[in-house]
């Protein structure tokens, strides 16, 4: 397992903008697959995006085309760019390592190592 740090949270109104960063304690893990979770108040856990070792992204249809995965291995972090926020993005985010090299699928139990989460909130 990796030990996951994410950071970058915080309050925006309604079709604002933030970038979430997450710093794994191996960076080896970028090089397999990574993704990024979100789980608002009441509600599951869900997959919003995911990035292989191969370079294969996917999105979550709720953050497509406003949503960005990223990394950038000289600087050993994972990002997720997020534009034109709702409401409704409002939850915990968290970045999730699967230790293996393609994301098989957006369930969480399919991940190995998760990071304490950073919390995004989206006002009108």
């Known amino acids: 397992q990796v030990r996951l740090v994410e950071s970058g949270g915080g309050s925006v109104q309604a079709v604002g903008s933030l970038i979430l960063s997450c710093v794994p304690s191996?960076?080896?893990?970028?090089?397999?697959?990574m993704g990024w979770f979100r789980q608002g108040l009441g509600k599951k856990r869900e997959g919003v995006a995911s990035?292989?070792?191969?370079?294969?992204?996917r999105y979550a249809d709720s953050v497509k085309g406003r949503f960005t995965i990223s990394q950038d291995n000289a600087k050993k972090t994972l990002y997720l760019q997020m534009n034109s926020l709702k409401p409704e993005d409002t939850a915990m985010y968290y970045c999730?390592?699967?230790?293996?090299?393609?994301?098989?699928?957006?369930?969480?139990?399919?991940?190995?190592?998760w990071g304490q989460g950073t919390q995004v909130s989206v006002s009108l």
């Open positions: 990035i292989d070792g191969h370079g294969n992204i």
């Open positions: 999730a390592a699967s230790g293996a090299y393609y994301c098989n699928s957006p369930n969480p139990r399919e991940y190995k190592s």
């Open positions: 191996d960076d080896t893990y970028l090089h397999y697959c």
